[in-house]
């Protein structure tokens, strides 16, 4: 089983940066796939990012050059890093985990980008 915490969705101004974070419980980290969704209201849940257990990346198109995944094993913890916000990359932000026929969710972050 696993557990997915995010955090660090906030308020931002167009052209800011913020840093997410998902912070995972069980012992099988190491070997999930893991990613990042967002949902804006009205709209379906979609792919950002993804980084495979051997740290291949995978990005949407409209957040490439601008968005980086990342993982630390160790803690048990994946980061999104995004900078060059822009308004359409405002909406709940989705930690997710996938194992074999396994799929796990976070609760989901706020980002807001608004002047």
């Known amino acids: 089983q696993v557990q997915l915490v995010e955090s660090g969705g906030d308020l931002v101004q167009p052209g800011g940066s913020l840093r997410l974070s998902c912070a995972a419980s069980?012992?099988?980290?190491?070997?999930?796939?893991m990613g990042w969704y967002r949902q804006a209201p009205g709209n379906q849940r979609e792919l950002v990012a993804s980084?495979?257990?051997?740290?291949?990346?995978n990005y949407a198109d409209s957040v490439k050059g601008r968005f980086t995944i990342s993982r630390d094993n160790a803690k048990k913890t994946e980061y999104l890093q995004m900078n060059s916000l822009k308004p359409e990359d405002m909406a709940v932000y989705y930690c997710?985990?996938?194992?074999?026929?396994?799929?796990?969710w976070g609760q989901g972050t706020q980002v807001t980008v608004s002047s």
């Open positions: 980084i495979s257990r051997d740290g291949r990346t």
């Open positions: 069980g012992t099988i980290f190491s070997i999930s796939d």
């Open positions: 997710n985990a996938r194992f074999l026929s396994h799929v796990w």
